[in-house]
């Protein structure tokens, strides 16, 4: 005895289903942009833009095709089914062909405390400073900071060791030794305070790098030359905040440091105008809160990025071994 046609309605309307999204993706069909159980889809039709008319215009899943075997006088049930299906291959369709081959979905979710950075044939661990989960403790005696809210220096150091020697650090481990060695101030950290204790406890060297005691400079030839010589550099490029300088180049006869920052300040505005260059791949994502601390947008900015080598103030030169 031949099966009732009701139990082929689900059968027949998931395959008239799988061949509509085969149709759709290969650019054979496209969406109406009203329901139509009489007239076919139009040949050749672009999917895309249909689809986004119909979610802004309401008409969401309710697409009708000749192809399917349930086309005419189905059963209650395979309707119904066909319909449940027909939503779900919409939202999927819509994501596929907006999402394939496309990175920038991945930009909607905010950067974690790291993520790798590569430039060249380097790898580096990038510390994100603008992450609310670097809590670890690292204030000034009774006020209570953390990495998060002061760790700036704490972060360009680890930054311009890994790229000087491939050697990663603890920077938690490091927030500590500045506590304890006099490193930390009530400004954030003491930059010429924590080198000198680094370089007399024997850190710096294990870390591949030496500290001359030379304190805060400008001395902008002598940058350039370490920095020529794979040395780094912290440095201030604004009053208050430190980041790494870890490269040299000149560009249209202007020498340009690569700058390193934890907090991602390239679109800041009193700096972006100063920029040259930004590092492609080096893009942090973060989220965006009111003076009452709700979110209020997402931003993308980058982490390394060129400035003119005049610009860097303050700096600390960091002569590798």
Not at 81 to 102: C, E, P, Q, T
Not at 276 to 290: D, Y
Request: proline letters at 6%.
């Amino acid at each position: 005895e031949a099966p009732r046609r009701g139990r082929q309605a689900p059968t027949a309307a998931v395959s008239g289903g799988l061949r509509v999204v085969w149709r759709a993706l290969r650019g054979e069909i496209g969406i109406p942009p009203g329901p139509s159980k009489k007239k076919p889809f139009p040949a050749r039709g672009n999917l895309f833009p249909l689809i986004k008319e119909s979610n802004q215009g309401g008409y969401r899943g309710r697409f009708e095709t000749s192809p399917c075997p349930l086309h005419k006088k189905a059963p209650l049930p395979a309707r119904f089914a066909r319909v449940m299906i027909n939503y779900m291959l919409i939202d999927w369709v819509h994501y596929f062909r907006i999402s394939k081959g496309s990175e920038s979905m991945q930009w909607l979710e905010p950067t974690g405390k790291t993520r790798l950075i590569r430039y060249g044939d380097r790898e580096i661990l990038f510390h994100n400073q603008k992450s609310a989960d670097w809590t670890h403790p690292y204030g000034y005696g009774e006020e209570k900071s953390d990495l998060c809210g002061a760790g700036c220096g704490i972060f360009a150091i680890a930054h311009a060791v890994e790229w000087m020697t491939g050697r990663r650090i603890d920077v938690e481990a490091l927030a500590d030794f500045s506590v304890q060695n006099g490193g930390r101030d009530d400004t954030g950290t003491d930059r010429p305070a924590l080198l000198s204790a680094m370089q007399r406890a024997g850190l710096t060297r294990e870390m591949g790098f030496e500290y001359r005691f030379d304190g805060l400079r400008n001395d902008h030839q002598a940058l350039a030359g370490v920095l020529e010589a794979g040395g780094a550099a912290l440095c201030n490029l604004r009053v208050g905040h430190i980041v790494c300088l870890v490269d040299i180049r000149e560009r249209g006869g202007e020498k340009q440091v690569l700058a390193m920052d934890s907090v991602c300040e390239s679109a800041r505005e009193k700096l972006r105008d100063s920029v040259r260059e930004c590092v492609p791949g080096s893009e942090i994502v973060f989220r965006v809160k009111n003076a009452a601390g709700l979110e209020v947008g997402r931003a993308v900015q980058y982490a390394l990025f060129w400035v003119p080598l005049s610009l860097p103030m303050d700096f600390n030169l960091l002569n590798k071994l």
